[in-house]
């Protein structure tokens, strides 16, 4: 068991170009979420999934963010049309549902808008 | 009625000495409080968890303590040392069989002196 890992790390792009953001979570782990901390602020709640299925989006997540969780493994997060706003990290998480309330987190990756 | 609200915001304190970090919430349908211990440039890191039928947790140096009718819980380091040099964070969980989200407060950068 490795833990999540996330990729990359760090990404420098440019207003309105696309991002995408990949996590890895522990296997077995049914249920992933996906969480924004800007400096100085705990993460808050963007989404999360139980398998593949999303089953909730903060109302942080505009429509120019879409994650997806194909066959209920790895997961992704794209921005498109990225602001200076989305500046941030963008942490994964992932649990065992329905009873396992620890979440583990990845590393994070830094985004800067320029 | 989402928030967790936490402070201080910042804490320096000696080698040797009790940390201590409160938080309050009101949403009485959080069912497990969790402190988390975050690294500059790193993901959160599950420190200990309570939940509401118990008053106090200990592992180690860190304790919690948790009034259920004030709706208020604190973290307490003891023996702090230079390596607890962090920021932390409380956090509230929405039930798993509901989201299972988690529910930050706005972190406590603590810094202990040699």
């Known amino acids: 068991d490795t833990g999540v890992s996330q990729d990359p790390r760090h990404k420098i792009t440019k207003r309105g170009q696309n991002v995408t953001f990949r996590c890895d979570p522990i296997?077995?782990?049914?249920?992933l979420y996906w969480y924004r901390q800007t400096l100085g602020q705990g993460p808050e709640f963007l989404t999360y999934f139980q398998n593949e299925a999303q089953l909730e989006k903060s109302r942080l997540l505009s429509d120019r963010f879409s994650a997806e969780r194909p066959k209920g493994s790895f997961s992704t997060l794209e921005i498109q049309r990225t602001e200076q706003g989305d500046s941030a990290m963008y942490l994964c998480a992932s649990s065992v549902g329905q009873g396992g309330e620890t979440q583990y987190f990845g590393p994070g990756t830094r985004l800067l808008v320029l | 009625q989402q928030q967790v609200k936490q402070s201080p915001q910042s804490l320096i304190v000696q080698k040797g000495g009790i940390s201590i970090i409160n938080c309050a919430y009101e949403n009485t349908a959080f069912d497990y409080f969790p402190w988390y211990q975050q690294f500059p440039g790193k993901g959160p890191a599950l420190l200990i968890a309570?939940?509401?039928?118990?008053s106090e947790k200990k592992e180690g140096r860190f304790t919690i303590s948790f009034n259920k009718s004030a709706k208020q819980f604190s973290l307490h380091i003891m023996d702090s040392q230079p390596g607890d040099s962090a920021t932390y964070f409380c956090?509230?969980?929405?039930?798993?069989?509901?989201?299972?989200?988690?529910?930050f407060g706005q972190g406590t950068t603590l810094q202990v002196k040699p």
């Open positions: 956090a509230a969980s929405i039930p798993p069989s509901n989201t299972g989200k988690l529910i």
């Open positions: 309570i939940r509401p039928d118990v």
């Open positions: 296997s077995e782990h049914n249920r």
